[in-house]
């Protein structure tokens, strides 16, 4: 079965910091995969999403940059981090190919704190 | 553009007793999916339903019913006999059928299931 990975569920850092968020998929080949912002518990803003190694698509200009060295790992990253980047981070994969009928699969999130 | 309403951003309901949750959209496809996720306190984002747009027949899921009506563009959420674990924000996706990058989200509605 397939199974999603994000790590770290929590993390506190201070501001002008690097940041790296991973986050792997297993029992699955080729997925797309996706990273979103959470921000006072409501709405889901799409980050970026990636359909192939090395391929990643940029939703909205900021603060971010993602990438996908290898097949089932997906890792948000920054340079410097601003207090607006705290929220609530969530990787997801849906199955490859072009079905809108895949079912996109969550991680467990994780928390971010910029003081 | 493609757009996903949830006109409730807050309801409460009673332990067993049934609450109805809204949801429309816009689109111009004729062939594309619809779901709603589910995010209790933990903030694990859970599937709860799906429906093809095809099917004339509503998705069921144990308690969860859809009342899908394409004409309308609606997608409204039946849970029946709720329970206190039901408590969750619930959050409305579309896609195209032959778009796999990426779901519209509506801003989700947050239910208080009350003792």
């Known amino acids: 079965s397939q199974t999603i990975h994000q790590w770290p569920a929590t993390l506190v850092q201070p501001v002008g910091s690097p940041l790296s968020l991973e986050c792997t998929v297993e029992g699955t080949s080729n997925p797309n995969l996706y990273w979103y912002r959470q921000a006072a518990g409501r709405g889901l803003q799409l980050l970026f999403y990636?359909?192939?190694?090395?391929?990643i698509s940029s939703e909205v200009p900021q603060n971010l940059s993602a990438s996908r060295p290898q097949d089932r790992q997906f890792i948000l990253s920054s340079k410097k981090l601003l207090l607006s980047d705290s929220g609530f981070y969530l990787c997801a994969w849906r199955g490859p190919g072009n079905s809108g009928a895949n079912v996109l699969t969550f991680g467990a999130g994780s928390r971010l704190t910029v003081l | 553009a493609q757009t996903v309403t949830q006109s409730q951003p807050e309801m409460s309901v009673q332990e067993a007793e049934t609450v109805t949750l809204s949801c429309t959209y816009d689109t111009s496809e004729n062939n594309y999916y619809l779901f709603w996720y589910k995010q209790p306190p933990s903030r694990q984002m859970i599937l709860v339903i799906r429906?093809?747009?095809?099917k004339q027949q509503n998705a069921t899921e144990n308690r969860f019913s859809v009342n899908f009506q394409k004409a309308a563009k609606s997608f409204s959420l039946k849970i029946s006999d709720s329970q206190l674990g039901d408590t969750a924000m619930y959050f409305c996706?579309?896609?195209?059928?032959?778009?796999?990058?990426?779901?519209?989200w509506g801003l989700g509605t947050s239910l208080a299931v009350n003792p």
């Open positions: 990636s359909v192939g190694i090395g391929q």
């Open positions: 996706a579309f896609t195209d059928a032959g778009n796999n990058r990426k779901l519209i």
């Open positions: 429906q093809e747009a095809y």
